[in-house]
């Protein structure tokens, strides 16, 4: 029976344990996967799958069996972790082999990141507050453009903004925006050889290190996320909520047909798209 040990509080949303397979678990696993890898050996004067058991698994990848018997029983192994911990995952646990002989057991590391805990200020003060920090000739007026209406509406919701992240107590975990900051990393440095440079000569056209480079990516990225919980807080604590005949709104707002069609479809990113402008209009209407 599969086992878990040596839990570890990594930071306040994230926890590590370590799963045991047993062996014979293991092996099992993989005569299946075997099997099914078996079916499509091609070796020269046999129809496909139908070469000796004995020669076929001669032919076979055997790392890669083992990576398809692992995949075959890790969800299920890892959904009863979460079950018998009464864990409520944020993302797709995260899975390090720790040890993996053959004829041993095999340890992987799982790391489960949760939602962290949010502590708001004072909503009202913090807007004041923001608000008092603009020019006056920032502020809107009645005679004002739309243009300018805009400009100044912005320049508002960022100040507000700004003091919601400063204000508020919500830790993120690293573990958390990890995998999107390699991918963010990545594509910058897709995007510098288009242009012909090196990550350092990019970095220092910005006045910047390469290190300072990526501490700007992983603190966009954690402020970003902590806005993310911090507007669930709000709408949460406030009862701001989607209602069909807002989607619906939205729909008739659209002539074409098809753009329509497209926004029904992707109707629940849409609603969050549409709570969050409710959370904004709330906090500037305070």
Do not use: C
């Not at 990393?185 to 300072?212: C, F, M, P, R, W």
């Not at 909520?241 to 619906?248: G, S, T």
Request: neutral net charge; glycine residues 2%; hydrophobic residues 35%.
């Amino acid at each position: 029976m599969t086992t878990y040990k040596n839990k570890k509080q990594l930071d306040k949303s994230a926890i590590s344990y370590e799963l045991i397979i047993p062996k014979d678990e293991l092996q099992k696993a993989y005569d299946s996967a075997a099997a099914e890898a078996i079916k499509t050996v091609k070796i020269e004067g046999f129809r496909p799958g139908k070469a000796p058991k004995a020669m076929a698994e001669k032919h076979l990848n055997r790392e890669k069996v083992y990576n398809d018997a692992l995949n075959s029983i890790l969800p299920e192994l890892v959904q009863d972790l979460v079950r018998r911990e009464n864990l409520t995952p944020l993302v797709t646990p995260k899975l390090k082999l720790l040890s993996g002989k053959e004829g041993e057991d095999w340890s992987i590391e799982v790391i489960i990141v949760q939602r962290p805990a949010v502590k708001l200020p004072d909503l009202k003060k913090l807007v004041s507050k923001a608000k008092s920090q603009l020019k006056k000739e920032d502020i809107t007026q009645d005679t004002d453009s739309d243009e300018e209406k805009n400009r100044k509406q912005s320049l508002l919701l960022n100040a507000i903004l700004d003091q919601l992240v400063k204000g508020s107590a919500v830790e993120i975990s690293q573990y958390l925006i990890e995998d999107e900051y390699e991918k963010r990393l990545a594509n910058l440095l897709d995007e510098v050889h288009k242009l012909g440079l090196t990550i350092e000569k990019y970095a220092a056209s910005k006045q910047l290190t390469v290190e300072d480079l990526k501490s700007r990516i992983k603190e966009d990225l954690t402020s970003s996320y902590a806005l993310e919980f911090l507007f669930d807080e709000i709408g949460e604590k406030n009862k701001i909520i989607v209602e069909q005949k807002d989607l619906e709104t939205l729909y008739t707002s659209v002539e074409d047909e098809k753009k329509a069609d497209e926004l029904k479809k992707n109707a629940y990113m849409y609603a969050g798209l549409l709570r969050r402008q409710k959370i904004l209009d709330f906090l500037v209407a305070l």
